[in-house]
């Protein structure tokens, strides 16, 4: 009877251990098929193969001479190629049939460095069939300048003529040595088209109409506002054919919904996922949360348009004003509350570490780095005559007015709204009346171009917003954004800084192909900037997105620590498509563990049930 017992027991133990073996075997199939059947909906209605992204910000315009917003550059690098490319992988300029990226496949220049020759790719087509040649090229550059394109004419500093050779060589004749003309971003428009509009339209508030005519991997067919952006594969594509049939950029106004798409597998990408949806997108089979550096940064705009015409508080014209605000905005605090650790505190407007060869950054001698030092903003605000004169809390103005400042967030960023409510605090705390609210990107950049009623002046009305800004593989672009010939409307300047030695460096950076050289002269440009705090530079923010790994091949730019998408290079939208089961990706290396793992616990089983019967037999034999 004892031994029944015991045998007994031992068969409870032995299903026991079943059990729990069982249910390791039951989550490990299950996480294979999670892994493995991770629903990627990629055939549209039509059964064309489509990628769909996810993100925010509808593009401001579909104009590639006045678009704004960093979803128009986006569309805008899809549909038309540049002159000279950039591999995403280094962010350098290949040379080469089978390397380079961009419609010149091979240039030289003169030996006194005055001239350029470009050889151009052959057998391309403009997405409607119309040959592409020199004269193209020739038309686009010719345009910008006689018309004096604003979003391009800094990047043609110094080029006299842009001449065709022959149908298929360019040659760029400069006033003195260029140092950017590989980095000019400078989208190559068709002639047939574009010639056929006057450059004051163009520049003003002309939208085309869909079909986008370009040379590019992709054609923007249709949109439909704050809706969609579509976009058919060019089957002529000079690089080959797509692998999808069609992009489809989809836009969401709450950005957790975008989350919920892309976690049910209604999207392939989401760009500007909320940080805390970051961990759930990493916690998903099949997706991968990314969080890249960019070339770029968020700012405290500050108008300092020095002019009677400015509907701007004339504080802010004040650099010594400017300068006790830098040391009321805690950028630590910043970066960790409201970006939630995704992003670093900035200093200048060229990002830390992200150049190499050198690096353009510009870290400010430490003794003349801004700190977070509330009684010191009040200790320069005093000695600057800024004093609270009356006890009420408010400091005047040397009128003795108020000070009274609008600062607006942006409603298209959660990140906006809680930098603006932190830094409002901070303000108010040294003795500021701060009027906080929320506007979209197109009141905001309606504000910064406002013009007097009477006589059409520009006549900026705003005092404080909080925006973001990209850059380019060269320095070039952002730093003319602070030009004084850039102010005005529709111009670049949205802080109306003026600063004549910094347009004097400007031009001289231009025309030195000595990087180091180069660099002191950058470098200086950055010192004057946070020196004279036309902005106060926040944080260099990483971009919180997230993708399906089963799809591919994800080329990051650059490789290691950039975007997959989002980055205006065409490489990723390229080559995407569905992998199939021989495709090494994350997500088929863990459903390889998972694999794994359900062998060993069969192995496991396996053993552990024979061990237990033979020893379950043998007392049995005993008794």
Request: charged share 20%; with cysteine; net charge negative.
């Amino acid at each position: 009877m004892e031994h029944k017992r015991i045998a007994d027991r031992t068969r409870w133990v032995a299903l026991a251990i079943a059990g729990v073996v069982i249910a390791c075997l039951a989550w490990g199939i299950s996480g294979a098929l999670a892994a493995s059947q991770s629903p990627s909906p990629a055939a549209s209605a039509s059964g064309k193969l489509t990628l769909r992204l996810g993100w925010s910000r509808y593009p401001d315009t579909f104009n590639p001479f006045t678009m704004y917003d960093a979803s128009a550059y986006e569309v805008v690098a899809e549909n038309y190629d540049l002159l000279v490319g950039f591999d995403p992988h280094t962010l350098g300029h290949p040379q080469g049939l089978d390397k380079a990226t961009g419609l010149a496949y091979e240039w030289s220049q003169s030996s006194d460095q005055l001239s350029w020759t470009f050889k151009l790719r052959q057998n391309v087509k403009w997405q409607d069939g119309v040959p592409f040649t020199a004269k193209d090229v020739v038309f686009t550059y010719e345009y910008c300048l006689k018309n004096r394109m604003g979003l391009y004419i800094d990047y043609l500093n110094f080029v006299k003529d842009v001449v065709a050779v022959d149908d298929y060589t360019v040659r760029f004749d400069l006033t003195q040595p260029k140092a950017n003309i590989l980095g000019m971003w400078v989208p190559i428009l068709p002639e047939h088209i574009w010639s056929k509009i006057p450059g004051t339209v163009a520049e003003g508030n002309y939208t085309p109409k869909p079909p986008l005519i370009g040379t590019g991997a992709f054609k923007t067919v249709a949109w439909h506002d704050q809706d969609f952006v579509k976009m058919e594969a060019n089957p002529d594509y000079w690089r080959g054919r797509p692998a999808v049939d069609e992009l489809l950029w989809i836009t969401y106004q709450n950005t957790s919904s975008m989350t919920e798409d892309l976690i049910a597998g209604k999207l392939q990408f989401a760009w500007d996922i909320p940080e805390a949806d970051f961990p759930r997108v990493a916690n998903t089979p099949g997706l991968k949360a990314w969080a890249p550096e960019t070339i770029g940064f968020d700012e405290l705009c500050m108008n300092c348009y020095n002019s009677p015409d400015s509907q701007g508080n004339p504080v802010l014209r004040d650099v010594k004003f400017r300068q006790a605000l830098n040391w009321a905005v805690d950028k630590n605090a910043i970066a960790t509350i409201a970006y939630g650790g995704f992003g670093e505190p900035a200093d200048t407007i060229i990002n830390r570490g992200y150049y190499h060869d050198p690096d353009w950054h510009l870290t400010p001698p430490a003794a003349e780095t801004y700190g977070f030092d509330l009684n010191k903003a009040k200790q320069l605000l005093d000695a600057a005559g800024y004093k609270d004169t009356n006890g009420d809390g408010i400091r005047e103005d040397h009128q003795g007015k108020p000070i009274k400042l609008r600062l607006w967030g942006r409603t298209s960023s959660q990140t906006s709204d809680r930098s603006g409510r932190k830094i409002a605090g901070w303000f108010k705390q040294i003795g500021l009346q701060i009027d906080y609210s929320l506007m979209t990107n197109n009141q905001i950049t309606k504000y910064v171009n406002t013009t007097t009623n009477s006589q059409g002046r520009y006549a900026p009305d705003y005092d404080m917003f909080l925006w973001g800004w990209g850059g380019d593989v060269d320095p070039n672009f952002i730093l003319s954004v602070f030009l004084t010939k850039a102010i005005g409307l529709n111009n670049w300047s949205d802080s109306c800084f003026s600063n004549k030695e910094y347009d004097q460096d400007f031009i001289k950076q231009q025309g030195q192909t000595d990087p180091l050289q180069r660099k002191a002269t950058i470098d200086r440009m950055q010192q004057i900037l946070y020196e004279q705090s036309p902005y106060i530079v926040l944080v260099y923010p990483k971009d919180s997105s997230g993708y399906e790994t089963t799809w591919g091949p994800w080329i990051e730019a650059p490789e290691g620590k950039g975007p997959v998408a989002f980055n205006t290079y065409p490489d990723s939208y390229l080559f995407l498509h569905p992998l199939s089961a021989g495709e090494t990706t994350k997500s088929n290396t863990t459903m390889l563990i998972i694999v794994v793992i359900v062998v060993a616990a069969l192995i496991v089983l396996g053993v552990v049930v024979w061990l237990i019967v033979r020893r379950g037999k043998r007392r049995e034999v005993v008794g």
